[in-house]
């Protein structure tokens, strides 16, 4: 924000700043997108990480069944315009004392 403030600065210059951080916010929010819907779907402990054209997903999702990684990808697909050969799954399992 301060670069897109700044009046030391060009016009081009002012752009650049402007178009990424209209990129940085449409990452995030295709993140968040994706992070509510498979919380909403019942998997908990979402992270999405979106680079580039590939998506990370980080969730406790006990068994890794083919129908939970299915389900997972669809999402991930949908929300963050990522296509299933570049999402990573990687699932984590909490322990319970």
Known sequence: MEVINSTAISDKEKQ?????MVTLTDIAQRESDAEM?????G????VVSITEDAADVVLNMGD???AKRAQIEDIVKRKTKV???HIVITP???KKE
């Open 83 to 85: 296509s299933a050969e």
């Open 43 to 46: 998997f908990t402990d979402v």
């Open 92 to 94: 984590i399992t909490t």
């Open 37 to 41: 819907l498979l919380e909403a779907k």
């Open 16 to 20: 650049d700043a402007v178009d990424k």
């Open 64 to 66: 890794v069944t083919d």
